[in-house]
């Protein structure tokens, strides 16, 4: 049976959305975590220094070693979650590329782990982020998930 199940995709790809409907549709509790959770937790100073993560006005982002610190011992805390009985939603943009992956795997070692790709047109997610997120909807989702589609 799968344990955790890792969305990865863009920002503004759906994912949030995505994890809130499987979330609230799926017959067993599941907790939900995201990349965005990590980066609010982290202090001011690690903003936009080398050490810690750079976001850039042409939209890339540039992790440090401090951040890379930081994202590896998140994922085994969350990786410790899953073996003490925790089913777990990751919402995830692998900002560190496959280095992010590959933390993933050896943080969830003999987990069982569904990967899901999430994609989105390049101009729709242009929109979502001008307009406040997926669809303007500004975190207003519900468990309500019938009246949006999404390809998995």
């Known amino acids: 049976m799968i344990e955790v199940m ?4 863009g920002s503004s790809s759906g994912k949030n959305p995505i994890a809130k409907c499987l979330q609230n549709s799926l017959p067993t509790s599941w ?12 202090p001011a100073a690690m903003f936009n ?3 810690g993560i750079k976001f850039d006005s042409n939209g890339s982002v540039n992790p440090g070693t401090e951040f890379r610190s930081l994202e590896s011992a998140w994922m085994h805390g969350i990786a410790e979650m899953v073996r003490g009985g925790a089913r777990i939603i990751i919402d995830d943009v692998f900002i560190t590329g496959i280095e992010a992956y590959n933390l993933w795997q ?4 003999g987990c069982k782990v569904l990967w899901v790709g999430v994609f989105c047109e390049p101009a729709v997610s ?10 303007g909807w500004n975190g207003i989702l519900t468990s309500d998930c ?3 589609r999404y390809k998995l």
């Not at 890792?6 to 995709?9: A, D, P």
């Not at 907790?31 to 982290?42: E, G, K, N, T, Y």
């Not at 050896?106 to 070692?109: G, P, R, T």
Request: charged share 25%; with cysteine.
């Open 6 to 9: 890792i969305l990865n995709g």
């Open 31 to 42: 907790l939900r975590f995201s990349i965005d959770d990590l980066i609010d937790a982290m």
């Open 49 to 51: 220094t080398d050490r």
């Open 106 to 109: 050896v943080a969830l070692e």
């Open 126 to 135: 242009t929109s979502r982020e001008t307009n406040g997120g997926p669809c």
């Open 146 to 148: 019938g009246s949006h």
